[in-house]
């Protein structure tokens, strides 16, 4: 069965510092999606990155930056000089099936990321 | 874009009323959508799939007859609470993905409170 790990809670920073959210995950296939996802204080989950288990290489979007290693089994998430607005609810997520529109996500726990003014 | 409209956002009802929650892709089709369920500074609870056309498959302890699902089109799924219980109050959200894309695109979830 596969099983995604958010360690850490809660993470509180002050503006313009950089912060790392991990993830650790679990499954016995070979071909998997994982993602991200922000939820803010209004509820709404939003759609942040997907990355398939074949793809290692690391992504930058803006100050968004992911690192997936199979070797570990993590995808790290990174935000660079956080804003207050980057304050939410983060979720890793894991999908085992490959390119089909029904497949289930197992989420991790959250982790809320506070940034202080 | 990928726009999932849910409605509504926010619903007070008595015990023993049903409610119905809507759950719309605004601009692609959906053969499948997903129904969770979150408690306060909790992950979300996958509750059940919904595919167009069929029956929905629900989670194991998830009570399909109170629970009840309907994705009549490849726009629409609505989740109807029966005969409402306290114990129902909870944040649901909705999700749709994409034909062949395995992406899911959430609503913006409805809060319900049951009196």
């Known amino acids: 069965a596969q099983k995604v790990t958010q360690a850490q809670t809660e993470i509180s920073v002050v503006e313009k510092e950089d912060v790392t959210l991990d993830c650790v995950y679990e499954t016995r296939d070979t071909t998997y999606y994982l993602f991200w996802y922000k939820q803010p204080p209004s509820g709404e989950l939003v759609f942040l990155i997907r990355?398939?288990?074949?793809?290692?290489q690391n992504e930058i979007s803006g100050r968004y930056s992911w690192n997936f290693q199979k070797s570990t089994s993590s995808f790290n998430f990174t935000i660079t000089a956080s804003q207050v607005v980057d304050s939410a609810v983060y979720f890793c997520a894991l999908s085992e099936r490959w390119e089909t529109s029904g497949s289930r996500l197992t989420f991790g726990e959250g982790t809320q990321l506070t940034v202080n003014p | 874009g990928a726009v999932v409209s849910q409605h509504p956002s926010w619903v007070i009802c008595k015990s023993g009323t049903s409610v119905k929650i809507e759950c719309r892709s605004l601009d692609f089709q959906a053969t499948t959508m997903f129904w969770y369920r979150q408690f306060p500074k909790q992950s979300l609870m996958l509750m059940a799939t919904s595919n167009e056309g069929s029956k929905a498959t629900y989670e194991q302890g998830v009570e399909k007859d109170k629970f009840l699902i309907n994705h009549a089109s490849l726009t629409l799924s609505t989740l109807t609470v029966t005969s409402a219980h306290p114990e129902d109050s909870s944040f649901y959200i909705c999700?749709?993905?994409?034909?062949?894309?395995?992406?899911?695109?959430f609503g913006a979830g409805t809060r319900l409170s049951v009196l």
């Open positions: 999700s749709a993905s994409k034909v062949a894309k395995n992406i899911q695109y």
């Open positions: 990355r398939n288990s074949f793809d290692e």
